[in-house]
């Protein structure tokens, strides 16, 4: 049996990156730490504010939650929880229940947000759409955009003063890789541990951005929550790609997924440099918050046909 | 030498599998033998999560759970 570097308990987990084996009591403690440590060190909330997590039931948005009413309790802030409904049969519909008994449990209150009712078709319909019309583009590229979208006007429409969102160093890293493969300097510059105030956004923050995937879903498991662990059925193309090649990286080469958050962080005020201020505007269609005439929603949405349905979006 | 004999569970997959290594076996060499990356799966041995360097021993029960499920 190998032992707690710590506390000399059982391990259940090899921190390689740092040469420490860890127990369960010791990893939970950890993880609490570098969450508490990032809302400090980032300044990610403040004593009062009203914030929104968005919540898939998964184990990141499942141990967001649960690390951030902990939070919330000691600094007086309020949390409410979205769950984006897109629509993605025999998964959606099995982590949505999950998002919402654990908010039940904690006493948060849940708001779910659907594809169908605002856009008038499920992401499922929606993939279907694209290939019909064959516009090559991935169900991803539908369900990120959109979904970024539901959740800032949701957070918004519930008077939050942050959005908080569950991405762990894997997402995060997953995201400077995919943003260098395709040069998009703009997309890469708004990366971080938070996202600034601008009109009609909600300020994002991820409290998990330093905390490895393998990590957070440890603690979702030794804490015994609730979670949804199945594998959305639209996974892959490139971002599964980057996805697999870091995991390999890090598996030959412990700490690598570290380095490149490191690195990155410290060129990000250089880059600032070389991305262009744009000016905001407001979407033709939807009123939504954009660069262009219209939004990369209704842009989507226009491609296949459809439409924003409503502007209001909150439900129960 | 003899051989330790384990049951395999894969979360996901219907079947347990039973595999036979050599005495000594880690998990982590069950892991390169079934072609796993240990950061994209937790190990559970007889119900306890373990870490992927405790040696296995015959009868052992292991649960191969799948952790990376986002797109």
Known sequence: ???????????????????????????????????????????????GERVAVAVSGGKDSIAAMHLLVEHCGRKNCELVAITIDEGIKGYRDQSLPIARENARSLGIEHYVVSFKRTFGATLDQIVRRAKARKTELNPCTYCGVMRRSLLNQAAREL?????????????????????????????????????????????????????????????????????????????????????????????????????????????????????????????????????????????????????????????? | MTCIKIVVKQVGKRHKRELRLAPHATIADLLRKLDQNRETIVVRRNGKIVVEEERLSDGDLIEILPIVTGG
């Open chain 1, 1 to 47: 049996m190998l032992k707690c570097t710590f506390c000399g308990r059982r391990a259940a987990y090899n921190r390689r990156y740092a040469g420490v084996l860890l127990c369960d009591r010791c990893l939970i403690k950890s993880v609490e730490k570098r969450f508490r440590r990032a809302i400090a060190e980032h300044k990610l909330l403040s004593p």
């Open chain 1, 159 to 316: 008077g939050a003063d942050k959005l908080a969102t569950a991405h762990n160093l894997d997402d995060e890293v997953q995201a400077i890789m995919l943003n260098y493969v395709r040069a998009d300097f703009s997309r890469l510059h708004r990366l971080g541990p938070s996202y600034p105030p601008r009109e009609g956004f909600v300020p994002r923050i991820k409290p998990l951005r330093e905390i490895p995937e393998k990590e957070v879903a440890l603690y979702a498991l030794l804490r015994g929550l609730e979670v949804h662990l199945a594998v959305c059925p639209y996974t892959g193309g490139i971002h599964t790609e980057i996805r697999d090649f870091l995991n390999q990286l890090e598996a030959n080469h412990p700490n690598s997924k570290f380095m490149i958050l490191r690195m990155f962080d410290r060129l990000k005020p250089q880059l600032a440099q070389i991305v262009p201020e744009f000016e905001m505007r407001r979407c033709k269609n939807c009123g939504e918050p954009t660069s262009a005439n219209i939004c990369k929603s209704c842009e989507l949405l226009e491609g296949l046909g459809l439409e924003r349905r409503q502007k209001t979006l909150i439900s129960y």
